[in-house]
């Protein structure tokens, strides 16, 4: 290497360790309180998100345990409703009914709203001496028990019976239903429901063919329902009650009156009445 660069090189590194330099730091005070504003921040942050996550976790836990009371509700009936349909039809404890559930984590909070509430108020339980037993709308032991309740809606006019409520309350009434054979009749609603009626074969004849023109011959076209059933009551006959589901008729909105509302005006000096003389005709002529 070339001497005179060596002797620069080396000139070179003595005047820079020759000039002092002094680095530049942040004040204290600047420090400080950027530490104290981050800290700040960071404790804020954590407490809204602690906040956030609390009130959300009430929230949820709110919803979640009168969600789980429901659930509970609707098991206890289900599990009710399905052994009625097996044929235990003897009443439980409510401990009883939790045990054959596995409700077992149930607490004493949610024991007390089953018993004094949610079992004792709802329609398809039945509650005797403090045990619960499955409440369906008809009691049916067995299959003569069915064929006396559709014969009794086939002598009074009721129509016949919706074969959920006949499941729900036979035991075993698949079978049941099977064993009476023609003696039922089924007949399925427009909204799918099949309904059972009582097949009367007293009321199995022949119909002369002249008394079916006759029949036939009385036009019927300008009376409707109502006025038909009002004159089979004035004649002593009961018709049977309709079983499908009624047509809700739609509201009419009220027509608003046409026309303009009379303005009323506010009359004053109604205590002069008799007093005052009217000029708006001219001046009255002297007496």
Known sequence: MDPALL?????????????????????ASDSGSHKKKKAKVDKEGSSGSKH???????????????????????????????????????????????????????GMKQKQWLMTEALANNPKIEVRDGKYAFKPKYHLKDKKALLRLL?????????????????????????AIKALGDQIIFVTRPDKKKVLFYNDKHSQFVVDEEFQKLWRSVPVDSMDEEKIEEYLKKQGISSMQETGPKKVLPVQKRKKPGGQKKRRFKTHNDHLAGVLEDYSDGVPAKK
């Open 151 to 175: 014969d009794k809606h086939d002598q009074l006019g009721l129509g016949g019976v919706l074969l959920d409520d006949v499941e729900e309350g036979l035991p075993n009434s698949a079978k």
């Open 52 to 106: 956030t996550t609390e009130s959300s976790n009430g929230t949820f836990n709110l919803k979640a345990s009168s969600g789980y009371k429901f659930g509970c509700l609707a098991k206890i009936v289900n599990y009710m409703k399905t052994r009625h349909q097996r044929g235990d039809t003897h009443f439980l404890t409510l401990d009883e009914i939790l045990d054959e559930t596995k409700l077992l984590d149930i």
């Open 7 to 27: 002797r620069e090189r080396e000139l070179f590194k003595k005047r820079a360790l020759s000039t002092p330099a002094v680095e530049k730091r942040p004040a």
